[in-house]
T-cell receptor, first 111, second 110 residues
């Protein structure tokens, strides 16, 4: 089991564009959470998906949206990209109330 | 609002020395506390949880509700302990949505 996999690993976009990041959870996990990690900071919770619905959301604007598919994989979409959206985006999966397993992240750079 | 404070950005020790990574939290209810670790070129992973009361790789952490702290300790540091350490808190009764501190980089010199 490769664990949590994220794609792409790196991405470069310009301001105003839209981006989609993808995550496949660890086998047996049904819950996916997304985090934004700015340089020198800890991960900041964006939202969590369970049973294809957004279950909890952090303090992020509506430009950040997501989706979970029947196979539990998930996408994070960010519209109208800003320079400040440059960060490492982490996906984590879990089962029930078990601790989360993290992926390697997608490094998003906004020019 | 819940908050996690890791006052040290960097902690540098020599091999064999004791190490203590500080973590203070703010939360109105009963929190669940975690330590996560990220070794060089590896993904973030859970090191230990306060409810497990276990020692992982020689590390222990005790929840002190009076001082609202959850410091990570190891009596004798090893070079392989060099990594980024994050303290995290989640509210009990909900799902595991941790609030992370900014992290402490531990460097263990030979």
């Amino acid at each position: 089991d490769a664990g949590v996999t994220q794609s792409p690993t790196h991405l470069i976009k310009t301001r105003g564009q839209q981006v989609t990041l993808r995550c496949s959870p660890k086998s047996g996990h049904d819950t996916v959470s997304w985090y934004q990690q700015a340089l020198g900071q800890g991960p900041q919770f964006i939202f969590q998906y369970y049973e294809e619905e957004e279950r909890q959301r952090g303090n992020f604007p509506d430009r950040f949206s997501g989706h979970q598919f029947p196979n539990y994989s998930s996408e994070l979409n960010v519209n109208a990209l800003l320079l400040g959206d440059s960060a490492l985006y982490l996906c984590a999966s879990s089962a029930s109330r078990q601790p989360q397993h993290f992926g390697d992240g997608t490094r998003l750079s906004i020019l | 609002a819940q908050r996690v404070t890791q006052p040290e950005k960097l902690l540098s020790v020599f091999k064999g020395a004791p190490v203590e990574l500080k973590c203070n939290y703010s939360y109105s209810g009963s929190p669940e506390l975690f330590w996560y670790v990220q070794y060089s070129r590896q993904r973030l992973q859970l090191l230990l949880r306060h409810i497990s009361r276990e020692s992982i790789k020689g590390f222990t952490a005790d929840l002190n509700k009076g001082e609202t702290s959850f410091h990570l300790k190891k009596p004798f540091a090893q070079e392989e302990d060099s990594a980024m350490y994050y303290c995290a808190l989640s509210g009990s009764g909900g799902s595991y949505i941790p609030t992370f501190g900014r992290g402490t980089s531990l460097i263990v010199h030979p």
